[in-house]
């Protein structure tokens, strides 16, 4: 049972969206521009950021919705998977992993991140943008990933839901309800 | 030094506000929706909130800018210093205190919030729409504090920069930058 009086049809975030659509309207935009409009680091890779953030916070609603929207833009449910429980061994680039080594920091705290994390990340060929939306992204995902277990929301345990989420996700962004 | 290269003459969020448009509106539009609109906690109530769990974060800019706010609104500096140290003893309200409580559990992750801090919260006359709001003011503070320190952003000491950014915000809102 969720904290306050939610729709019982909304799964995860959107009942907190539909409670409110007055805050749900820039915690939208902010996850679309981050996610899914153009950027130099693709969908996928922005993606695993927020799925690695979100499983680091435990939260099992945003890991699996963002962890079935990244496998869908990489066609890879290998990747999210080892992106998750040890991303350095991973199949991705050594950029990526400098930019995961600081997304974790940002997820225990801001104060966390060093001058070597992102001399490690530019080394790989980072981005002060791609360092900026790293960070950002990781931030985000600290205040998404709270709203959705702060309200004890409802999270199904239903894998084809979160996988037909992620699709939907991954193809039109974030700036509408699915449902 | 930030992390990476922002403008020199703006503190704090502002310097990553510049450095990134696209994602400072959405990010202004939450802060004004969440502190400023009209709400049946008051802007003082709220920004209390939003700088008690800025001084859990450690946030130096964000405890100091919003504390400033709070202190302007409520025309009370020491009750801002109170809330900080020890919100149990500041003179303000029981229900106050319950959704401080419940802003602290956030704080450190959302799966801490228990129906006990809720019923407690209820008690005092909280309604949902306001527990929604803590708990999203806390979520999204701890966004925007490790944006402020994830960024290593230039947060100067002087009291009287707070002291005028506090009274513009509690005048004018979130949805402007301030210079």
């Known amino acids: 049972m969720p904290h306050i009086s939610l729709r019982d049809d909304l799964p995860g975030i959107s009942a907190g969206f539909a409670f409110r659509p007055e805050t749900a309207k820039p915690m939208r935009e902010l996850a679309h521009v981050l996610l899914h409009e153009p950027n130099s680091l693709t969908p996928g890779e922005r993606e695993l950021i927020a799925t690695y953030v979100s499983s680091q916070n435990d939260c099992y609603f945003c890991q699996t919705s963002h962890g079935a929207a990244a496998a869908c833009h990489l066609?890879?449910?290998?990747?999210?998977?080892?992106?998750?429980?040890?991303?350095?061994?991973?199949?991705?680039?050594?950029?990526?992993?400098?930019?995961?080594?600081?997304?974790?920091?940002?997820?225990?705290?801001?104060?966390?991140?060093?001058?070597?994390?992102?001399?490690?990340?530019?080394?790989?060929?980072?981005?002060?943008?791609?360092?900026?939306?790293?960070?950002?992204?990781?931030?985000?995902?600290?205040?998404?990933?709270?709203?959705?277990?702060?309200?004890?929301?409802?999270?199904?345990?239903?894998?084809?839901?979160?996988?037909?989420?992620?699709?939907?996700?991954?193809?039109?962004?974030?700036?509408k309800p699915s449902r």
Chains 1, 2 share one sequence.
């Open 75 to 175: 066609d890879n449910q290998e990747t999210v998977k080892r992106v998750k429980t040890d991303f350095q061994s991973a199949p991705i680039s050594s950029k990526l992993k400098a930019l995961l080594a600081i997304a974790g920091k940002v997820q225990r705290g801001g104060k966390d991140v060093t001058s070597a994390d992102i001399a490690e990340a530019r080394k790989h060929g980072a981005t002060d943008f791609e360092i900026h939306d790293t960070v950002l992204i990781a931030a985000a995902f600290c205040m998404y990933n709270r709203y959705v277990d702060g309200l004890d929301t409802w999270q199904p345990r239903d894998e084809s839901m979160y996988a037909e989420m992620g699709r939907h996700l991954a193809e039109h962004g974030y700036t």
